[in-house]
């Protein structure tokens, strides 16, 4: 079925929607791939460091925070992010170079298993949706499920067509990292499948199940 | 009779194939797409072939690369032994043609300095250059870019000799069962049997630059070919991997001899966006 959803990606947004739903999306993607992960994940990593070292007379390997200090880290890592990352929806794209007078070059998806390792952590501080391509692991689905997050898969070697949905560009931050920076990107009616829904329901095991004539 | 090339022309031909090979795909490619969206029976699936038809189109209407992924430039270089190269290395002018043709063609620059360190090169330079030298007077030049979603999908099977073709046949599936929907089907798929570790793999991606269209000359081996793809499109993944019949256009096998001891299988996925350039100067 085709929906039309627009950001910022909230719970209530989630739950409307299910595997194998055809999406147009209006609004923000943040864009970031393997190399700023890297680096989002590593703020993280520092400040979280930082957090315990202030904490008085704490056993450091002990993580099981009261709740108001839970409640005061997650915020302090939250303001570690280039971008506001409640609710966000997080586009995992290197583009081409854009030729003069346009916001962007070829833009599609790229594989999201390299975001694997990583993307737990920012959906756990609130981040909603991914886009990309290609299969995730356990643990990424788990951390959708906790989360009330969701999985879209753009169409993958579309990235002339996909472009033209994306109407502006403007850099965030790690200019250094050439196509791999982070992007701020408003889009108009951007066309997704949601692959793996906020109940963990999988597209790509149940569609080609359906349709495997041998395995 | 020994003919003068000069590098310059070595190196504007190479600018140009990167630009061309990004933009554009060959005939046969963009033949067996459209036909694919005749065959495919899932509905999501026939919308998906026919976003890549618009997606060609937009590619080469506005001069925006198929895919943002415009890959590592893979160049093959059939070098006739009477052919004398004037002005310079031929490796440095096929380098500089990458370099010029990723740089005024505003591709995408994915290539790293070191494996490990990471550092970009900002040029996509170097390129991956296998020379073979032929008879003649020629320069034949094929550029292939390479992009990493399907690359990092292929695998390198050492089969033993009592694996027969049953094995081998096994062994391909596996591989693109695995690839799936990360390496953006419908893909092709390249294999190459025999030679050594290292032969079987330079086969199989030189299968990937023969149109889709062609089948092996060798009688046993186009059945190979045809029984396989037929087997892979019931396997189920489809278009984007979301389920469907259309999960590969064509299987392209190369053989070679092998040692007595050995049977080795290598299969190299690529895309639907299966790009090459050919020329010959
Ligand atoms: S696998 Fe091919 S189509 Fe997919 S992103 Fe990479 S180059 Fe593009």
Redesign the interface.
Known sequence: MDKYITTPITAETTKGLRAGDYVYITGTFYVARDAAHKRLIEALEKEEREFYARLPKRDKNNGNLAQPEEEALKKKLREALPFPVIDSAVYYMGPSPAREGRPIGSAGPTTASRMDKYAPRLLDLGQKAMIGKGKRTREVIDSIIRNQAMYFAAVGGAGALLSKCIKSSELVCYEDLGAEAVLKLEVEDFPVIVVIDSNGNNLYETAIKEYAEII | MIRTISVEEITNNIKEMCIEANHYLSKDMEESLKKAAGQE??A?GR??LN??Q???Q??GE?????????GMAVVFVEIGQEVHVEGGLLEDAIHEGVRLGYSEG?????VVRDPLI?E?T?DNTPAVIHYEIAAGDKVKLTLAPK?F?SE?MSCVFMLKPSDGIEGVKHAILTAVKDA???A?PPMVVGVGIGGTFEKCALLAKKALTRPVNESSPIPYVKEMEEELLE?IN?????P??????VTALAVNINTYPTHIAGLPVAVNIC???NRHAAREL
């Open positions: 029976t899932s999501l919308k998906i976003q890549l618009e997606n060609l937009t590619a506005e001069m925006i690369p198929i895919c943002q992924d415009t505003f591709l995408r620059k994915s990471r970009n900002k992009g979603g990092n799936g929907p990360n953006c087997k019931m396997l189920g993944i489809g984007g991997g979301l389920g469907g019949r895309c639907h966006v």
